[in-house]
Protein backbone atom coordinates (compact mmCIF):
# COMPACT_ATOMS: atom_id res chain seq x y z
CA UNK A 1 0.00 0.00 0.00
CA UNK A 2 1.28 3.35 -0.54
CA UNK A 3 0.49 6.38 0.91
CA UNK A 4 1.20 9.91 1.02
CA UNK A 5 2.35 12.43 3.77
CA UNK A 6 0.52 15.62 4.07
CA UNK A 7 1.45 18.63 1.63
CA UNK A 8 3.91 21.40 3.66
CA UNK A 9 3.63 25.16 2.53
CA UNK A 10 6.70 26.85 3.00
CA UNK A 11 6.01 30.13 5.04
CA UNK A 12 5.10 33.09 3.02
CA UNK A 13 1.35 33.11 2.57
CA UNK A 14 -0.86 34.11 0.44
CA UNK A 15 0.14 33.41 -3.26
CA UNK A 16 3.33 33.69 -3.05
CA UNK A 17 3.55 30.10 -0.80
CA UNK A 18 5.30 27.01 -2.03
CA UNK A 19 3.98 23.50 -1.95
CA UNK A 20 6.54 20.74 -1.50
CA UNK A 21 5.57 17.67 -2.84
CA UNK A 22 4.89 15.27 -0.76
CA UNK A 23 7.07 12.19 0.23
CA UNK A 24 5.64 8.59 -0.97
CA UNK A 25 5.54 6.08 1.81
CA UNK A 26 5.31 2.15 0.48
CA UNK A 27 5.29 -0.67 3.05
CA UNK A 28 7.84 -2.65 2.76
CA UNK A 29 6.74 -5.28 5.58
CA UNK A 30 3.96 -5.66 8.26
CA UNK A 31 6.45 -5.89 10.89
CA UNK A 32 8.79 -3.07 9.94
CA UNK A 33 9.86 -1.40 6.98
CA UNK A 34 8.73 1.37 4.18
CA UNK A 35 10.07 2.75 0.99
CA UNK A 36 10.23 6.77 0.49
CA UNK A 37 10.39 7.56 -2.73
CA UNK A 38 10.21 11.37 -4.16
CA UNK A 39 12.67 12.24 -1.85
CA UNK A 40 15.95 13.59 -2.42
CA UNK A 41 18.35 13.08 0.20
CA UNK A 42 21.08 15.46 -0.88
CA UNK A 43 18.63 17.95 -0.47
CA UNK A 44 16.71 17.18 3.36
CA UNK A 45 19.27 18.87 5.38
CA UNK A 46 18.41 22.32 3.84
CA UNK A 47 14.58 21.48 5.00
CA UNK A 48 13.74 21.43 8.65
CA UNK A 49 10.12 20.26 7.43
CA UNK A 50 11.83 17.66 5.81
CA UNK A 51 14.06 16.42 8.58
CA UNK A 52 11.56 15.92 11.08
CA UNK A 53 9.16 13.70 8.73
CA UNK A 54 12.08 11.76 7.76
CA UNK A 55 12.28 11.44 12.00
CA UNK A 56 8.14 10.54 12.11
CA UNK A 57 8.19 8.06 10.02
CA UNK A 58 11.54 6.28 11.18
CA UNK A 59 9.91 6.15 14.53
CA UNK A 60 6.67 4.31 12.74
CA UNK A 61 8.38 2.10 10.58
CA UNK A 62 12.05 1.83 12.38
CA UNK A 63 13.68 1.48 8.86
CA UNK A 64 13.59 3.23 5.89
CA UNK A 65 14.35 2.54 2.76
CA UNK A 66 15.50 5.08 -0.11
CA UNK A 67 16.60 4.02 -4.07
CA UNK A 68 18.47 5.87 -6.75
CA UNK A 69 20.25 8.28 -3.83
CA UNK A 70 23.32 9.28 -5.95
CA UNK A 71 24.79 11.32 -3.06
CA UNK A 72 28.70 11.69 -2.60
CA UNK A 73 29.98 10.64 0.46
CA UNK A 74 29.88 14.47 2.32
CA UNK A 75 26.48 14.63 1.64
CA UNK A 76 25.82 11.32 3.00
CA UNK A 77 27.56 12.55 6.05
CA UNK A 78 25.32 15.64 5.81
CA UNK A 79 21.93 13.64 6.33
CA UNK A 80 23.04 11.61 9.21
CA UNK A 81 23.82 14.17 10.92
CA UNK A 82 20.56 15.84 10.33
CA UNK A 83 19.54 13.38 13.53
CA UNK A 84 22.67 13.32 16.03
CA UNK A 85 26.26 13.55 16.17
CA UNK A 86 28.24 10.95 14.20
CA UNK A 87 30.04 8.25 15.63
CA UNK A 88 33.43 6.63 14.56
CA UNK A 89 33.75 3.03 14.98
CA UNK A 90 36.59 1.71 17.07
CA UNK A 91 37.66 -1.51 14.60
CA UNK A 92 35.92 -1.18 11.29
CA UNK A 93 38.19 0.95 8.81
CA UNK A 94 36.61 4.57 7.64
CA UNK A 95 36.20 6.64 4.55
CA UNK A 96 40.06 8.92 4.20
CA UNK A 97 38.06 12.14 3.58
CA UNK A 98 35.13 11.17 6.47
CA UNK A 99 36.15 9.91 9.16
CA UNK A 100 32.24 9.35 10.32
CA UNK A 101 31.86 7.31 7.57
CA UNK A 102 32.74 2.86 7.83
CA UNK A 103 33.36 1.56 5.01
CA UNK A 104 32.11 -2.24 4.87
CA UNK A 105 33.54 -3.90 2.02
CA UNK A 106 33.31 -7.41 1.16
CA UNK A 107 35.57 -8.55 -1.41
CA UNK A 108 38.46 -10.38 -0.23
CA UNK A 109 37.14 -13.88 0.98
CA UNK A 110 37.41 -13.19 4.93
CA UNK A 111 35.15 -13.65 7.48
CA UNK A 112 33.19 -11.86 8.03
CA UNK A 113 31.44 -10.41 11.36
CA UNK A 114 28.01 -9.12 10.34
CA UNK A 115 25.96 -11.79 9.51
CA UNK A 116 24.32 -12.26 13.34
CA UNK A 117 21.45 -10.87 14.35
CA UNK A 118 22.80 -7.85 16.13
CA UNK A 119 22.36 -4.36 17.49
CA UNK A 120 25.28 -1.33 16.52
CA UNK A 121 27.59 -0.51 19.15
CA UNK A 122 25.27 -2.48 21.93
CA UNK A 123 28.63 -2.68 23.44
CA UNK A 124 28.93 0.73 23.90
CA UNK A 125 27.78 2.69 27.08
CA UNK A 126 26.01 4.82 24.99
CA UNK A 127 24.82 2.89 22.02
CA UNK A 128 23.96 3.71 18.57
CA UNK A 129 20.62 5.93 17.71
CA UNK A 130 20.52 4.43 14.23
CA UNK A 131 22.60 4.23 11.10
CA UNK A 132 22.84 4.99 7.71
CA UNK A 133 23.61 2.50 4.55
CA UNK A 134 24.62 3.12 1.59
CA UNK A 135 25.47 0.76 -1.29
CA UNK A 136 28.01 1.70 -3.68
CA UNK A 137 27.96 -1.60 -5.51
CA UNK A 138 25.98 -5.39 -4.88
CA UNK A 139 26.04 -9.16 -6.31
CA UNK A 140 23.30 -9.12 -8.85
CA UNK A 141 21.97 -11.62 -6.60
CA UNK A 142 22.43 -12.21 -2.60
CA UNK A 143 23.97 -10.33 0.19
CA UNK A 144 19.87 -9.21 1.08
CA UNK A 145 19.60 -7.73 5.02
CA UNK A 146 16.94 -8.61 7.51
CA UNK A 147 15.68 -6.63 9.76
CA UNK A 148 13.88 -7.21 12.61
CA UNK A 149 11.56 -5.29 15.09
CA UNK A 150 12.39 -5.99 18.19
CA UNK A 151 9.55 -4.22 19.76
CA UNK A 152 6.91 -6.62 18.77
CA UNK A 153 9.65 -9.35 19.90
CA UNK A 154 9.24 -8.11 23.21
CA UNK A 155 5.23 -7.35 23.02
CA UNK A 156 4.20 -10.71 22.11
CA UNK A 157 6.12 -12.48 24.87
CA UNK A 158 4.43 -14.79 27.18
CA UNK A 159 3.51 -12.65 30.27
CA UNK A 160 5.97 -15.20 32.24
CA UNK A 161 8.30 -14.04 30.79
CA UNK A 162 7.91 -10.33 30.79
CA UNK A 163 8.05 -10.76 34.58
CA UNK A 164 11.23 -12.72 34.85
CA UNK A 165 13.07 -9.63 32.37
CA UNK A 166 11.62 -6.62 34.85
CA UNK A 167 14.51 -5.75 36.39
CA UNK A 168 17.40 -8.02 34.77
CA UNK A 169 20.78 -6.37 33.02
CA UNK A 170 22.82 -8.07 30.39
CA UNK A 171 26.19 -7.67 29.82
CA UNK A 172 27.71 -6.40 26.25
CA UNK A 173 30.84 -7.38 25.35
CA UNK A 174 32.65 -5.71 22.45
CA UNK A 175 35.06 -8.97 22.15
CA UNK A 176 32.37 -10.96 21.13
CA UNK A 177 31.40 -9.71 18.07
CA UNK A 178 34.95 -8.52 17.29
CA UNK A 179 37.64 -10.36 19.50
CA UNK A 180 36.90 -13.68 18.48
CA UNK A 181 39.02 -14.01 15.56
CA UNK A 182 42.14 -12.19 17.40
CA UNK A 183 44.74 -13.06 19.65
CA UNK A 184 43.96 -12.53 23.49
CA UNK A 185 46.26 -9.21 23.76
CA UNK A 186 43.76 -7.75 20.91
CA UNK A 187 41.11 -8.39 22.98
CA UNK A 188 42.67 -7.31 25.92
CA UNK A 189 43.12 -4.44 24.25
CA UNK A 190 39.53 -4.11 23.10
CA UNK A 191 38.08 -4.45 26.46
CA UNK A 192 40.71 -1.62 28.31
CA UNK A 193 39.07 0.51 25.54
CA UNK A 194 35.78 -0.50 25.52
CA UNK A 195 34.84 -2.25 28.43
CA UNK A 196 31.38 -4.66 28.81
CA UNK A 197 28.46 -2.82 29.73
CA UNK A 198 25.47 -3.19 31.34
CA UNK A 199 21.98 -2.58 30.12
CA UNK A 200 18.56 -3.50 30.79
CA UNK A 201 17.65 -6.26 29.09
CA UNK A 202 14.10 -4.46 28.23
CA UNK A 203 15.03 -1.41 27.55
CA UNK A 204 12.53 1.90 26.71
CA UNK A 205 12.36 4.27 23.66
CA UNK A 206 13.39 7.21 24.20
CA UNK A 207 10.82 8.90 21.84
CA UNK A 208 8.02 6.14 21.41
CA UNK A 209 8.29 5.11 25.16
CA UNK A 210 8.10 1.75 23.59
CA UNK A 211 9.45 -1.29 25.58
CA UNK A 212 12.76 -3.06 23.95
CA UNK A 213 13.66 -6.68 24.44
CA UNK A 214 17.43 -5.42 24.19
CA UNK A 215 19.92 -8.46 23.75
CA UNK A 216 21.56 -10.16 20.59
CA UNK A 217 23.97 -12.49 19.45
CA UNK A 218 26.46 -9.79 18.54
CA UNK A 219 27.31 -8.90 21.95
CA UNK A 220 25.70 -9.82 24.96
CA UNK A 221 26.82 -12.11 26.65
CA UNK A 222 24.66 -13.08 30.05
CA UNK A 223 22.78 -11.37 32.57
CA UNK A 224 25.02 -9.76 35.29
CA UNK A 225 22.06 -10.34 37.71
CA UNK A 226 19.81 -13.20 36.69
CA UNK A 227 20.15 -14.92 40.67
CA UNK A 228 17.98 -12.38 42.04
CA UNK A 229 15.36 -13.51 39.89
CA UNK A 230 14.85 -17.11 41.09
CA UNK A 231 14.67 -18.99 44.18
CA UNK A 232 16.37 -21.90 44.24
CA UNK A 233 18.90 -24.15 46.28
CA UNK A 234 21.15 -25.07 43.86
CA UNK A 235 23.30 -22.82 42.18
CA UNK A 236 24.07 -24.61 38.86
CA UNK A 237 19.90 -24.28 38.44
CA UNK A 238 20.31 -20.49 38.64
CA UNK A 239 23.56 -20.72 36.16
CA UNK A 240 21.92 -23.60 33.88
CA UNK A 241 18.75 -21.60 33.92
CA UNK A 242 20.50 -18.33 33.10
CA UNK A 243 22.01 -19.64 30.28
CA UNK A 244 18.64 -21.11 29.20
CA UNK A 245 16.78 -17.94 29.18
CA UNK A 246 19.44 -15.94 27.11
CA UNK A 247 19.58 -18.82 24.80
CA UNK A 248 15.74 -18.45 23.89
CA UNK A 249 15.82 -14.77 23.58
CA UNK A 250 18.14 -14.59 21.32
CA UNK A 251 16.73 -16.91 19.02
CA UNK A 252 13.34 -14.39 19.09
CA UNK A 253 15.66 -12.34 16.34
CA UNK A 254 14.82 -15.24 14.04
CA UNK A 255 11.38 -15.25 13.83
CA UNK A 256 10.32 -14.22 10.13
CA UNK A 257 6.84 -12.66 11.55
CA UNK A 258 8.96 -10.04 13.00
CA UNK A 259 11.71 -9.38 10.00
CA UNK A 260 11.55 -7.08 6.81
CA UNK A 261 14.29 -8.30 3.98
CA UNK A 262 15.67 -5.47 1.81
CA UNK A 263 17.23 -6.82 -1.22
CA UNK A 264 19.61 -4.24 -2.19
CA UNK A 265 20.49 -2.04 -5.25
CA UNK A 266 23.64 0.41 -5.63
CA UNK A 267 22.37 3.59 -4.36
CA UNK A 268 20.10 2.12 -1.95
CA UNK A 269 19.91 3.71 1.78
CA UNK A 270 18.77 2.09 4.32
CA UNK A 271 18.01 4.10 7.86
CA UNK A 272 17.23 2.02 10.83
CA UNK A 273 16.94 2.90 14.43
CA UNK A 274 18.98 1.13 16.06
CA UNK A 275 17.23 1.04 19.45
CA UNK A 276 14.44 -0.70 18.30
CA UNK A 277 15.37 -2.81 15.48
CA UNK A 278 18.37 -5.62 14.61
CA UNK A 279 19.72 -6.53 11.97
CA UNK A 280 21.62 -9.40 9.94
CA UNK A 281 23.88 -9.35 6.82
CA UNK A 282 23.36 -12.49 4.57
CA UNK A 283 26.75 -13.20 3.55
CA UNK A 284 25.47 -15.66 0.81
CA UNK A 285 27.31 -13.84 -2.33
CA UNK A 286 31.18 -14.67 -2.58
CA UNK A 287 32.84 -14.64 -4.47
CA UNK A 288 31.13 -11.68 -5.83
CA UNK A 289 31.96 -7.80 -4.83
CA UNK A 290 29.53 -6.14 -2.05
CA UNK A 291 30.82 -2.06 -0.92
CA UNK A 292 28.83 -0.13 1.50
CA UNK A 293 29.17 2.61 3.40
CA UNK A 294 27.50 3.17 7.06
CA UNK A 295 27.31 6.75 8.65
CA UNK A 296 26.05 6.23 12.57
CA UNK A 297 24.43 8.21 14.94
CA UNK A 298 25.00 8.53 18.55
CA UNK A 299 22.78 7.89 20.89
CA UNK A 300 21.75 7.46 24.83
CA UNK A 301 22.06 5.47 27.44
CA UNK A 302 19.62 2.87 27.69
CA UNK A 303 17.15 2.91 30.50
Not at 167 to 184: K, Q
Amino acid sequence: MTVETPNRVEHGGGESARFISPLRVEKAGESLGAEISNCDLAKVPGDAGLIAEIRALLLQHKVLFFRDQNITPAQHVAFARCYGELEQHPVFDHHPDHPELVLLYRNDGKQATENVFHSDTSFRAVPSLGAVLRCLECPPTGGDTIFVNMVMAYERLDPFYKDRLDGLYAVHDVALGFGATSTRERRAQLRAQLPPQEHLAVRTHPETGEKILYVNQGFTTHFANYRSKVATQVGCERNLGAMAFMQYLLQLAAIPEYQVRLRWRPNTIAFWDNRSTQHYAVQDYYPAVRRMQRATIIGDAPF
